[in-house]
């Protein structure tokens, strides 16, 4: 029985083969992904649920994070809809993120126990402020840049610090002159203001549903904690607090943890 003499059967046997995944998506390491599913009421990736946005056509929006180290490969993206488990694929790419050499003094780059214990402490305030719950959603909408000027070190830079290697550049440097103004992209509440051993003067902000920014190496910080401010409002002025090679504004944003790009916030969601 040859399949050229049994078209149907062949085509049967197509229906009938089960299908391991929905629709597909790509991504890059450090993106943002936005996906969608008709009547999603819950979704699932790297193990996590991430935010939903119902759309004014009826399909789902979902939010996703994808931290610059995250490995590449294929990973299943569940689907919670009225008729069940839906399963699409997330196809994650590496990203190219370039050298980055930079030359500090020894003090800013090899630490004795003092030092480390306050690096140490700085990190843990960092993860804890990451991880405060919020009563605010957000948008997912970044007005602007904080600071309109030039990135001199990307986000995912490989960083090589007096000739060793270090953790990923975990958000973009943008180089502006002391004193220039920081406008917050999107509404918030500050979740944390803390002089830093590395990261000098820094000003963490969360905007509700795991999304946060963090800016660093201010010369001045004009908020405090539990400060809510909207769109457009002036948080405090570029410097060269911490470890920093000349004034510039270090623009963190993670997502539920990831370390990632605005660009898709800056987009709005429209890619
Ligand atoms: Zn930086």
Do not use: C
Not at 62 to 67: F, L, M, P, S, Y
Not at 87 to 92: A, K, M, S, V
Not at 167 to 172: A, L, N, T, Y
């Amino acid at each position: 029985m040859s399949p050229s003499r049994y078209p149907w059967l062949l085509l049967l046997l197509l229906l009938a083969a089960p299908s391991a995944y929905g629709q597909e998506w790509r991504a890059t390491q450090g993106d943002i992904a936005v996906l969608t599913h008709q009547g999603a009421t819950s979704v699932t990736v790297f193990g996590q649920p991430w935010p939903l946005r119902p759309q004014a056509d009826g399909t789902v929006q979902a939010w996703v994070g994808v931290d610059i180290a995250r490995k590449p490969g294929d990973y299943p993206v569940r689907w919670r809809d009225g008729n069940g488990i839906a399963t699409d694929r997330l196809t994650i790419q590496p990203g190219h993120f370039r050298l980055s050499r930079i030359t500090v003094k020894k003090s800013m780059a090899v630490f004795d126990r003092d030092q480390l214990k306050r690096i140490r402490h700085d990190q843990q305030l960092l993860r804890d402020s990451y991880r405060k719950q919020l009563d605010i959603h957000s948008d997912f909408h970044f007005i602007g840049k904080p600071v309109n000027s030039i990135v001199s070190t990307p986000l995912g830079a490989r960083r090589i610090v007096n000739g060793e290697p270090r953790s990923p550049h975990s958000g973009i440097d943008i180089a502006a002159p002391a004193g220039t103004p920081i406008t917050l992209p999107a509404a918030g509440v500050v979740l944390l203001t803390a002089a830093m051993y590395l990261n000098g003067n820094t000003v963490v902000v969360g905007h509700g549903d795991g999304l946060v920014e963090i800016f660093s190496h201010l010369q001045k910080t004009d908020v405090h904690e539990g400060d809510k401010l909207p769109a457009g409002a002036i948080i405090g002025e570029v410097g060269a607090t911490g470890r920093a090679t000349g004034p510039h504004l270090h623009w963190g944003v993670r997502f539920a943890g990831a370390r990632v790009s605005p660009d898709a916030l800056l987009q709005g969601g429209k890619q």
